[in-house]
């Protein structure tokens, strides 16, 4: 109950595409969902998070599309660019304590 | 504004000794969190601390452990490592116990 499951594994972009990452989670006691951002060799920085009470959250090229009856989430990247080159990991956690981290998206965006 | 900073950036043992692993939270935080990401397993939650306490801890043995100093800075200790602890430990700090976590870069420990 208090995994969460990530999808794709691996994703390839052509530069200018869009890019979407799947999550889904078990646990109805969750009520905060982050992304991460990973490059090689650095600690995740955070790229967007989202609650429960809103549909959908949009900071520039990225959006978080949120489901609450389908217990599942999403990250869209608009206009993937080379530079987005990364892994990406959702993550849930009750209160923000401890998160629980999907097992990672591996981005490649190519020219 | 100074990131979360960890040290050292390596640290190579063998089995059956201990590494001591260490974290220093953003200015102002109080919490501080470590996880645990080996190769493809992604990331685990191993501790929490706030306020110099342990407030949560993931399924992990207990020789796991670590501690908060006054100055909220944190180690992690780990003994009896074994080859399956090799693995980049990350360290997060988040500003009390409902704010958002702040990764630093890791350690990344190697078992021999």
């Known amino acids: 109950q208090q995994q969460v499951k990530q999808s794709p594994q691996s994703l390839i972009v052509q530069k200018g595409g869009i890019s979407i990452i799947n999550c889904a989670y078990e646990n109805t006691a969750f009520d905060y969902f982050p992304w991460y951002q990973q490059f090689p060799g650095k600690g995740p920085a955070l790229l967007i998070a989202i609650r429960p009470d809103v549909s959908e959250k949009k900071e520039g090229r990225f959006t978080i599309s949120f489901n609450k009856s389908a217990k599942q989430f999403s990250l869209h990247i608009m206009d993937s660019q080379p530079g987005d080159s990364a892994t990406y990991f959702c993550?849930?956690?009750?209160?923000?304590?401890?998160?629980?981290f999907g097992t990672g998206t591996r981005l490649q965006v190519f020219p | 504004e100074a990131g979360v900073t960890q040290s050292p950036t390596h640290l190579i043992k063998t089995r059956g000794q201990q590494a001591t692993l260490r974290c220093s939270p953003i200015?102002?935080?109080?919490?501080v969190y470590w996880y645990q990401q080996a190769l493809g397993l992604g990331l685990q939650f191993l501790l929490w601390?706030?306020?110099?306490?342990?407030?949560n801890r993931g399924n992990f043995p207990p020789r796991f452990s670590g501690r908060q100093f006054p100055n909220y800075s944190s180690e992690l200790n780990v003994n009896a490592l074994e080859l399956e602890d090799s693995a980049l430990y990350l360290c997060?700090?988040?500003?009390?116990?409902?704010?958002?976590?702040?990764f630093g870069p890791g350690t990344r420990l190697t078992v021999l």
């Open positions: 997060a700090s988040s500003l009390g116990t409902a704010g958002t976590q702040y």
């Open positions: 200015s102002g935080h109080t919490s």
């Open positions: 993550a849930a956690s009750r209160d923000t304590d401890k998160l629980i």
């Open positions: 601390y706030d306020e110099g306490e342990e407030r």
